[in-house]
């Protein structure tokens, strides 16, 4: 007969659709001759497929398709995958899940999967999109679509009757402090106290994936306290915060600031941080410069069209999701003859220095020139007879009336993805759902239920 078809639940931040997967994960679990099941989260499976494919090439070498033989691990260890958060913003990301799941449905496996968006709507701001997008049918094609739309973000009611608790002393303890300040610090010391943090605890090492170890500053039993800066400044990510998750079930975290729009690295580290804890039921007690509802003001405005000039968020077209075309041109360029173009969105300019201006009027300082649309090429790359004025100006080209630009190794100034890859309504919202979702729960987790004392 025809195979089972999957589920593939979405709608908007804090609706319940992670709590709907659970509640149907447990009761196939307890179901008489159920089948084998796992249970998992985008970054842990992320994770899970680097170890895994690693561990393919080790054993068996190099042969064409490794992710056909982990998708067959899969089928054999659990035909039945339950997904939590599908949503990718990353190529590599992006190439995993599509190569896996693809392996995954061909071998009959059966997928329950959340996600804010509809599959048609994943990956809008990645680059290399129209790779991706065939997977976007698959998914529709082994799963049943179930929009939770119109349902209320519960995790704001509960958040609510959480904060009502606290003023009322019913065993609940609030856990997110602001502004940074010393009367901040000692209510953080409190409450960590309360928790069960007796004595000025003991800094120590714990193991992270891949042999590597991570300091932590103070701790007490499954308590443990980091600043800010040691988690989200450095070079950390997955393994990290799951080893943390592992090790220790509450987590006091210390000057977390408001983002501006640049500090893109540091609170995508956050939101890591905070999707592995909320996951795995963890508690936090966050000290903060802002509420939570500012942490992430100067990054929302980033990606809303209310930071836009009205004429620009009018004309931006909606629909465009193929921003992030490639094209592969027959002359060499700064890194040799193997590197993309990517059609340049319409609201970025460049200056001659080469760095990139958003709007379409001037150029940022008096002494920067944009450069022209006219102007047939503007270009470095190692090649000093294409450049303007006989000399580089810039690690990049724009072609004369397409306008698409280079990017190599080297880069364009100041430029990132996010330049060439969210200019569109929809793409903007797909970089800016973590934000939200980050928000939510951390607005959530912003109260802690005491556990009642037992009688000695």
């Not at 409450?191 to 042999?211: F, H, N, S, T, V």
């Amino acid at each position: 007969g025809d195979s089972v078809k999957g589920l593939y639940i979405f709608g908007a931040v804090g609706g319940g659709k992670t709590m709907l997967m659970d509640l149907l994960c447990e009761s196939l679990r307890t179901a008489p001759n159920a089948p084998p099941i796992r249970r998992t989260h985008f970054h842990e499976f992320i994770l899970d497929m680097h170890k895994r494919l690693h561990r393919v090439r080790q054993e068996i070498g190099s042969i064409q398709n490794p992710m056909r033989v982990v998708a067959r691990q899969y089928e054999a260890e659990c035909p039945v995958l339950f997904f939590d958060e599908m949503h990718v913003l990353n190529v590599g990301d992006a190439m995993i899940l599509k190569a896996f799941f693809e392996e995954l449905f061909a071998s009959g496996c059966v997928v329950v999967a959340t996600s804010n968006l509809r599959p048609m709507d994943l990956y809008s701001s990645g680059i290399n999109r129209e790779v991706f997008l065939p997977f976007t049918s698959t998914l529709e094609k082994h799963c049943t679509l179930f929009d939770m739309e119109g349902t209320p973000d519960y995790r704001s009611v509960r958040n609510e009757l959480l904060a009502e608790a606290a003023r009322s002393g019913d065993g609940v303890l609030p856990a997110f402090f602001a502004p940074e300040g010393p009367s901040t610090g000692r209510r953080v010391e409190e409450a960590l106290a309360l928790l069960g943090a007796e004595g000025p605890g003991e800094a120590r090492q714990i193991d992270c994936a891949m042999g590597r170890t991570l300091a932590v500053p103070r701790s007490w039993g499954r308590i443990a306290e980091f600043q800010f800066s040691d988690l989200c400044e450095k070079f950390l990510g997955v393994p990290d915060y799951l080893a943390i998750a592992e090790h220790f079930d509450i987590i006091a975290l210390r000057g977390v600031p408001q983002f501006s729009d640049s500090a893109e690295d540091a609170a995508r580290r956050l939101v890591l941080l905070v999707d592995i804890l909320y996951d795995q039921s963890k508690q936090m007690v966050v000290s903060a410069d802002v509420p939570v509802d500012e942490i992430f003001g100067g990054l929302k405005k980033k990606y809303q069209h209310d930071s836009l000039a009205g004429s620009e968020a009018e004309h931006m077209d909606e629909e465009d999701d193929f921003a992030g075309t490639v094209r592969v041109p027959d002359w060499g360029g700064s890194s040799g003859r193997h590197f993309s173009v990517f059609k340049r969105p319409k609201t970025q300019r460049y200056g001659v220095s080469g760095t990139y201006h958003p709007g379409t009027g001037a150029a940022r300082g008096a002494e920067e020139e944009e450069v022209a649309e006219q102007q047939a090429v503007v270009a470095t790359g190692g090649r000093h007879d294409r450049g303007a004025g006989g000399g580089p100006v810039m690690a990049g080209q724009v072609e004369e009336h397409t306008e698409w630009v280079e990017w190599s190794a080297t880069g364009l100034k100041d430029a990132s993805m996010f330049d060439l890859t969210c200019h569109t309504r929809k793409q903007q919202h797909d970089r800016l759902l973590p934000l939200l979702r980050c928000q939510s729960r951390m607005k959530e987790m912003s109260h802690v239920a005491l556990e009642p004392r037992r009688p000695a």
